[in-house]
């Protein structure tokens, strides 16, 4: 999941104290179901092109700060959302 990991690796570096990527790799290990959403974001980011997927991280990243009551993250995986529907259109 290169795509994946660079992400997580972009979201961490520009926002070192937050916790919620901490223990990614491992928690992909033991949880299934997680892993299989991740490797589904997985599939679509590969549809990007380099500009596209540089864009899209850019954009999420810029949004993983924001949340929404009972939707923590909700803004930086909207974005994200944006590769599935790309993935659909290329379909």
Known sequence: MRRVKQ????????????????GFEASLESWPLKRRFYEAYERA???????????????????????????????FFDQLSDAFACQWLVR
């Open 45 to 75: 980011f590969s549809i990007l092109g380099d500009r596209s997927w540089e864009n899209l991280c850019k954009k999420a990243v810029g949004h993983f700060h924001e949340t929404r009551p009972h939707q923590v993250k909700g803004p």
């Open 7 to 22: 992400l997580v690796d972009s979201v961490c570096a520009a926002h070192p104290d937050d916790t919620f990527f901490s």
